[in-house]
Each structure stands twice: as structure tokens, then as C-alpha cells.
């Protein structure tokens, strides 16, 4: 099932991650749950950032934490001393009160809007990465009002295909993010750049997709990145000194997937590190500051979602239903994508299965479903299902449809479970409505 030192089956056959007996969780906390194993998370977070400190040198991670945005996750990148990527105000702001250091913030998105933009220099954030010319106009324009220099990256489209679900690729010459190399688009966007008094043009970013396994495509994008650096400072004699390759790391979901152990995300980079350093020799570049933004690897594997079973309906010939009292509004991905999962009952975590079912949601929508044809043994109403791999585009993907309030999330660790997200309430849900007068 993908079990590990902290993820693993007690002598009663329960489920139990961080030292906790899921069915103790659910028992304490209710259900639907989110739980969230904190020396996953930091054993990740180090991974990364000792294997780019010893391998190369000059580099910071930058948790992605569009995949699990929440005070406690950038409390824990903070102690671990890395950076954070964010993509809207929400997330910084979510970043500010956790008291992230600006500075080791990137700022993405296609298009940043205006309040956003002035928001992120008000916080003093590190990096844009610009997206757009106007996007660089209106902050050229923010930072001269201030009197200061912003530290920008370009987000460059090296024309790299990750192999990979079609939705969810970013890279390809058909994309709302980045400027093409081949087209000429970004080196027209260095020069626009380069151009700005009040931005200081440091390097590229580049992202060419998620749930990536296949290291090839991350070398591949890598040297075409370091041959774009080779050819501006040729051309605009300008040499960057940053280099963002992105995150899109795979993780564990069923058996078809790889599962890599903690050493072979190191090793994964470290092919990552090879390729920088070949490149950077073949074209005569000083070695830049390299980033990466990981975020599906830090925090998915490190996530479960506990529900409990509730209606079963089997239609004889064709398939069985299990309902669980979650689904669409705390994992959409599976709506969206045809995400696969792994699930299992928390109480019986050793038994093989015996039949494939669906599991379905709660809502009011047919295409309510965590997944179809999962293996499990025989369930039964008021059983703990547990779906592993839920830690990442879970919760930061939930919503209220249906008015079903959006899971708690806790983080266990060494046998304690603490709350990090709080449930919401029947009152948290009317909290911002509004009755006007002639409706009362
Ligand atoms: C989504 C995203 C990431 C993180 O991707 P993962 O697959 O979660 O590692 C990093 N950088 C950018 C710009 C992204 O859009």
C-alpha cells in the first residue's frame, strides 16, 4: 500500500500515520478528515534542501503551496528554512500571518492583478515571476512610486512536453503561461524587461508540468533554459544569475505509479543538479542560483483523508457504489482530472481486497466520485475508509458546494494529532451572507 516508518498497520490491523491509530482520529475529530504527517513533510522539505546545498551549492526550495496552502505548512517551511512560491494575495497573506520571511517568496501567476501586485511589495516579497509585459509595466510603475528595485524572474516556455495528464501541462507552445523560446517571445520579453529602471532582471523560471516522473523531461527543459541564458548574454550581453526550474515532481497514488523513497527524490534531483552543471559547462555560464519549486512531492504523500462509509448500492451486473460522507467538495480531483486513488478500510488495513467498487461522494452531481474501480475488501456502513495521497490539491481545491462545510485538516506526529485547520460550522457558512431589506 506504500507504507513507511510513519505510515504503516498497528497489531489491531489499523491504519495508523504519525504514530496515531486512524480509527482513534476519526473517532476524536469526526469525519470527513484530513490528516497530515509532519515528519513526511519536513523530510521532504530537507531532501530537497540538503541535496541542493551539498550537490550544488547556491539554491533555495520553494514550497509550492498553491498544493496545500494553511499557517501551519508555512510555520514548518519557515523552521526548515525554506522558501515559499504563492500565486495569489490570499496565499501570501496566509504567508504574512504565519510570519514567513518575504524575502524567500516567489510570486506566480498569469495574471497577477493590480491590488495583488501592490500587496506582495508592501509585504516585500523576493521575486516576481512576470508573466506579462503590462504585469511588468505596472510594476516597474508600483516600484518607482516606492523608490525601489524588485527582484523579477521571466517565465520562459522552453517548449518541453512532460509526459503527463493533458491538463495539467503547462510547457507545451499551447499554454496561458510563460513565453516561448522558440517563438522569439521571450527574448523579446528579457529585452522589455531589461528595459525597466525599477526591475532588476535576476533569471528564468520555467514549470513544465506536474506529477512528472520521468527525470528526462526536467533535463531536458534544464538545458534548454541554460542554452536560452547562453544566447541573451550573447545577445543582450545580459547574464542572468537564477535559475527556477519549477516543481512537478511525481508521487505515489496507486501501484502504477512509481513510489520513491526519500533517497530517490534525492537522486531525482541530483540528476536534475547534473544536468545544471553540464549545461552551465557546455555554455560557459557561471553556475546561477538554482530554485525549484516543489509542491505535490512535499505534501502529497503526507496527506490522508479519513471518511466514514455510509450508503452502499450494488446494480447487479454492472457496479457497486460506496458512499463516503465526503467527496467532490474536499477532492475534486478525481472530477477533473480522472485523478486514480488508493483506498483501504482503516480497521481491517491487512485485509486483500475482494472486490472493485466506486466510491462515491455525497453531492448532488452524478460525477461525484473519489474514484472508480478501487480495490477493497467487502465494506460495510459506519466502516473508516481511509484514501491515501490526498495531502496535496485536496483541501487547497475544496469548496462548499452542496453548503457541506469544508474538512478539518490535523498534523500528527509522534502519536499527538493537533488541529491545523479547524472545522467549519452551519454559522461559518452563512458568515458572509447577506439579507437585504425587502427580503426580510
Ligand atoms: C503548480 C506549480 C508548482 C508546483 O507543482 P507540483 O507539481 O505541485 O510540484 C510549482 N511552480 C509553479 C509555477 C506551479 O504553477
Given at each position: 500500500m506504500n507504507s513507511r516508518a510513519t505510515l504503516c498497520v498497528n497489531e489491531k490491523g489499523h491504519l495508523t500515520i504519525g504514530g496515531c491509530d486512524c480509527i482513534e482520529l476519526a473517532r476524536s475529530f469526526g469525519t470527513p478528515l484530513y490528516v497530515?504527517?509532519?515528519?513526511?513533510?519536513r523530510g521532504m522539505m530537507r531532501i530537497y534542501r540538503d541535496t541542493i546545498a551539498n550537490e550544488y551549492g547556491d539554491g533555495l526550495v520553494l514550497y509550492a503551496s498553491k498544493a496545500f496552502s494553511c499557517e501551519a505548512m508555512y510555520a514548518i517551511a519557515k523552521q526548515e528554512k525554506i522558501g515559499a512560491d504563492v500565486v495569489s494575495g490570499g496565499e501570501l497573506y496566509t504567508a504574512m500571518q504565519a510570519g514567513f520571511p518575504a524575502e524567500k517568496i516567489c510570486m506566480h501567476g498569469n495574471n497577477k492583478l493590480p491590488r495583488e501586485i501592490e500587496y506582495a511589495l508592501d509585504c516585500g516579497i523576493g521575486y516576481f515571476a512576470v508573466d506579462d509585459p503590462t504585469e511588468a509595466d505596472l510594476l516597474d510603475r508600483e516600484c518607482e512610486k516606492r523608490g525601489t528595485v524588485q527582484n523579477v524572474l521571466l517565465r520562459i516556455n522552453p517548449g518541453v512536453e512532460a509526459h503527463t495528464h493533458?491538463?495539467?501541462?503547462?510547457?507545451?507552445p499551447d499554454s496561458k503561461f510563460g513565453f516561448s523560446v522558440t517563438s522569439g517571445a521571450a527574448e523579446a520579453m528579457t529585452k522589455h524587461l531589461l528595459g525597466k529602471r525599477h526591475l532588476r532582471l535576476r533569471g528564468f523560471h520555467c514549470h513544465i508540468g506536474s506529477q512528472i516522473f520521468?527525470?528526462?523531461s526536467f533535463c531536458v527543459a534544464a538545458e534548454k533554459c541554460l542554452a536560452f541564458m547562453a544566447d541573451m548574454k550573447k545577445k543582450l550581453s545580459f547574464e542572468a544569475d537564477t535559475l527556477n526550474l519549477g516543481g512537478g515532481f511525481g508521487i505515489w497514488y496507486t501501484d502504477e505509479d512509481e513510489k520513491f523513497t526519500f533517497d530517490g527524490y534525492a537522486a531525482y534531483l541530483r540528476a536534475?543538479?547534473?544536468a545544471v552543471k553540464t549545461g552551465c559547462a557546455k555554455y560557459g555560464l557561471k553556475a546561477p542560483k538554482l530554485m525549484i519549486e516543489p509542491g505535490r512531492s512535499i505534501v502529497g504523500e503526507a496527506g490522508i483523508t479519513l471518511y466514514t462509509v455510509g450508503a452502499i448500492k450494488e446494480i447487479p451486473?454492472?457496479?457497486k457504489y460506496v458512499a463516503i460522507d465526503g467527496g467532490m467538495f474536499d477532492n475534486p480531483r478525481f472530477c477533473l482530472y480522472e485523478s486514480k486513488y488508493t483506498a483501504?478500510?482503516?480497521?481491517r488495513a491487512n485485509e486483500q481486497p475482494t472486490e472493485f467498487v466506486s466510491i462515491a461522494g455525497k453531492c448532488c452531481e452524478s460525477g461525484d466520485l473519489i474514484g472508480v474501480n478501487m480495490a477493497l475488501p467487502r465494506a460495510e456502513r459506519g466502516e473508516i475508509l481511509a484514501v491515501l495521497s490526498t495531502g496535496a490539491y485536496n483541501y487547497s481545491m475544496a469548496s462548499n458546494y452542496n453548503r457541506n462545510p469544508i474538512p478539518p485538516a490535523v498534523l500528527v506526529k509522534d502519536g499527538k494529532a493537533d488541529y491545523i485547520v479547524k472545522p467549519q460550522s452551519y454559522e461559518d457558512l452563512v458568515r458572509n451572507d447577506a439579507l437585504p431589506a425587502r427580503l426580510r
Open positions: 497530515f504527517d509532519e515528519d513526511y513533510i493533458k491538463f495539467v501541462q503547462t510547457a507545451t520521468e527525470k528526462q536534475l543538479i547534473g451486473g454492472l457496479r483501504l478500510l482503516a480497521g
